[in-house]
Each structure stands twice: as structure tokens, then as C-alpha cells.
């Protein structure tokens, strides 16, 4: 799995509404702004000494606050007395200068942006986007579509550290095989399983119960019928951890310590130890699960 296969896979985010993807600190979307690649972020603070300007997004209209800019040649040459120069001749330095952004803008929201006047200047309020992309700051009116144009999963940064931090639960699987089921259905306590893979197979962990993660890398976990072997209690795993084995998978140098539960299609059917018997590694037995 790749690492936004294993995000969309977890329902806290795959459910996400467009509003919360919009909303969180690790949105980032990939853009052009003319020949550069660029990142789009927003919560960006209000441009300061803006022009306000009134555009329509197809047909719905917005105002669009372009704050003050180098790149804005023109525009910064009359910038402190804008105010003095006629309106068809500063929308069109507007135009001009800023007519990579308003792409930028049409090719986030799919929208085709067009540009109307000049608008009166107006507190902002909180149905308001604030904007980056590389050195330019603007805002726009925040409507239900520019929201559901924008809060796409795949416009978050995996490596921000509000989903790195994501903590789940995980075990680690030290062996699984084939058992006949009448062998599982009559384990009793002091019974020995031996278990050849230990010390021959690197162990995996099993992530939330939706991924298996090893030296393969990540994917998605089915527990089957296989008689599987796991640390009886879970711990916490970051996110970030899981995304780091899909990108560079490694094996996990788990060994177990503790009690160990044995599963079958995922449910506990005996928990134990592990010991050795003769020259192997093998799970005993010391209670059952009906």
C-alpha cells in the first residue's frame, strides 16, 4: 500500500468532511503559479494593505483580497496611490500582473475565475479563506463549493505532523501457519505449538487490524483461517511510522517478551508463553477461549 492508501484506509480520515480537510493545519496543495511548483496552504494571516476585488467563480461571486507583492511589478509601482488611478487601468495592472494567481485559482476550485471591479473594502469575516502560495497572501470568500472543490484527502501534507502523530494500536505477529481444526479445537492448557518461523522469519505488526506491516512493506491485513501468533496486548504506533514502513519497507526486530494469545480468523482461541522445547521455539499453552 502507499502511504495515502493507508490514510484513506482509516475511517477517521477517509470520513473526513471537506470543511475539516479545509480547516486542518496539514492542508497543502500541490499547484502552478505560472512555471513554479507551488504549495497552496491556507489560515495564512489576512493580506495586509489589499486590493479588493470583486470576481465570479462560474457564476457565484466572490471577493478576492490580493495583499501587496514583489511580484506584482506594476501593481507595486502605483500601489500607495492606487487610489488615484482610474478602475479600468488598475484592474487592468491587475490583470496583468496577477493573472498566474487567478489560474492558480481557477485550476484549485475548477472553476473558471473572471474578474469584475474593484470592491468596497470590508472587514473579513469568518466565511473567509486566507491563502498562501510562495510569497503571495490572499483571501476569498469561503462558499460551500470553493470548500468542496478544495477538501480533496489527497490535498493533505502526510508528512505534517498532525497526522504523523496519529497514535494506533498494534501487535506484533511472531508466526502463522496452517493448524487442522480439530488440532485448534483441542488445545488444552499445558499443550506445546511449536513454532519453527520464530528466529527464522522476521516478525510483522498488525496495525489497527487493517495492516500488516514488515519487511514487505504495508498491506492490508486479513487474518483468514492461518493459526497466527501475537503479543496478547497492543501497543501504540505513530502514524507516521506506518507511512515511513510504506515508503521504505524494513523488518521489525520484535521479540517477544510477554504473554502471547494464538488467533484464529482473528479471534483470541488461547493465550500462553513462549518457551523452547528441545531445539525450537514453541507456544504453551495456558488457557483457553471456547
Request: charged share 20%; glycine share 8%.
Amino acid at each position: 500500500m502507499k502511504p495515502f492508501e493507508i490514510l484513506s484506509a482509516l475511517p477517521q480520515w477517509s470520513r473526513l468532511a471537506a470543511d475539516a480537510i479545509v480547516d486542518s493545519p496539514a492542508f497543502a496543495m500541490p499547484c502552478r503559479l505560472g512555471d513554479e511548483s507551488v504549495m497552496l496552504v491556507l489560515g495564512a494571516l489576512p493580506p495586509a494593505d489589499a486590493i479588493d476585488l470583486l470576481i465570479t467563480l462560474d457564476d457565484e461571486p466572490h471577493v478576492l483580497s490580493l495583499g501587496r507583492c514583489p511580484r506584482f511589478k506594476e501593481l507595486e509601482a502605483v500601489w500607495d496611490s492606487r487610489a488615484d488611478v482610474p478602475e479600468p487601468i488598475l484592474l487592468a495592472l491587475v490583470e496583468k500582473d496577477a493573472g498566474a494567481v487567478f489560474q492558480l485559482i481557477e485550476n484549485a476550485v475548477h472553476r473558471r475565475l473572471r474578474l469584475v471591479g474593484l470592491a468596497a473594502s470590508d472587514s473579513p469575516d469568518a466565511r473567509t479563506l486566507f491563502a498562501q502560495v510562495a510569497d503571495v497572501v490572499f483571501a476569498i470568500t469561503r462558499t460551500p463549493a470553493v470548500v468542496s472543490a478544495l477538501g480533496n484527502l489527497r490535498n493533505l501534507d502526510l508528512s505534517h505532523e498532525s497526522i504523523r502523530s496519529m497514535s494506533l494500536r498494534a501487535v506484533a505477529e511472531y508466526a502463522a501457519f496452517a493448524l487442522p481444526q480439530s488440532d485448534v479445537a483441542g488445545l488444552a492448557v499445558g499443550d506445546a505449538v511449536l513454532l519453527p518461523e520464530i528466529g527464522t522469519v522476521p516478525p510483522g505488526l498488525v496495525v489497527d487490524g487493517r495492516f500488516a506491516v514488515g519487511e514487505g512493506g504495508v498491506s492490508r491485513y486479513d487474518a483468514g483461517e492461518l493459526v497466527r501468533v501475537v503479543d496478547a496486548e497492543p501497543a501504540d504506533i505513530a502514524l507516521g511510522e506506518v507511512l515511513d514502513a510504506a515508503d521504505a519497507p524494513h523488518p521489525f526486530d520484535a521479540k517477544p517478551s510477554g504473554p502471547l494469545k494464538l488467533l484464529v480468523g482473528g479471534k483470541a482461541v488461547a493465550t500462553g508463553r513462549l518457551d523452547r522445547l528441545g531445539d525450537q521455539s514453541a507456544f504453551i499453552v495456558e488457557s483457553t477461549t471456547p
